[in-house]
């Protein structure tokens, strides 16, 4: 069945997510406060909405894909009001657990239904509707929902009620982050041990040492050639993305009373890392920081 759906946030992600939800013969009315984001998603069938309330006035589904909860519980607070009874909400951006939450409630309470649904997969995914989908919500509203994300994606995951999206993503997130810092740091053992990059991998992939960071982003030059290693740690999945994701799982951590003493080490070197480089460097290229780190205290 084709819908209407209102898309607010053009951005990296947003715009090819808009543009294969239209690709797919959905209706996409699309709104971004940048204006060339508009323009740009205008071009792969997107019509660019004259006002974000107009579009959700006649939406039968708003999908939101922004930088952080602080823009998602605004966006929210100014377009609720707008929207036609029962309308369902799905909001993609990564944000923590609690303003998911939060998001959930005030749309139930202005007569609305929602999904919080963050992905992973990065632009790559996005462009090639490969994402993975980790939605939380009521079942109706998951059921709803997934044509569209399977327009999107290639998983869709229904994790449980709301916020368990969001608490998906950023558990995952806080595996990897610690992984691939502990893939780094083994490398740069490796280096100081007179043991190849090469040997470390060929035996840590095939055995109990087997991970993402490892197998698929290898954070040095040569073991796996499409890893960002050996294009000079363009991104990839950038090093602000995971500082943010693992802020996120920090802010859970304290929240529950979690004792993570790795989760929170990690997400406080990766926080010092991205003030480096940004969103200019993968975030494998941490193990680069551990070789400096190891050259000073040698
Ligand atoms: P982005 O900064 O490229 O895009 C966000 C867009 O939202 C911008 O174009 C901005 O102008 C727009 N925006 C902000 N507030 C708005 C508002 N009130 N109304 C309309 N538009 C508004 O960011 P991105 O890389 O597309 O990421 C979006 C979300 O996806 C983030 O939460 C991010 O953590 C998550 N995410 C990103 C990646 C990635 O690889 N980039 C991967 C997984 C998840």
Redesign the pocket.
Known sequence: MNRTVAF???????GPMAANLSRAGHRVLG????PA?VRAAAGTGVEPAAS?TGAVAVADVVIS????GK?VL??YGGILADARPGTLFID????DVADARTAHERAVAAGMRALDA??????VGAEAATLTFMAGGGDHEFTEARPLLEAMGRKVVHCGGPGAGQAAKICNNMILGVSMIAVSEAFVLAESLGLSPQALYDVASTASGQCWALSVNCPVPGPVPTSPANHDYRPG??AS?MA??LGLAANAVHEGGVHAELGLRAAELYAAYAERVGDSEDFSGIVRTVRERSGEEA
């Open positions: 607010i946030g053009l951005g990296h992600m947003g709104h971004d406060l940048i984001a974000v894909m922004l930088p952080a823009h605004g966006l993609c951006s990564t944000i963050p992905v992973s997969g990065g632009v999945f950038a993305l943010k994701d």
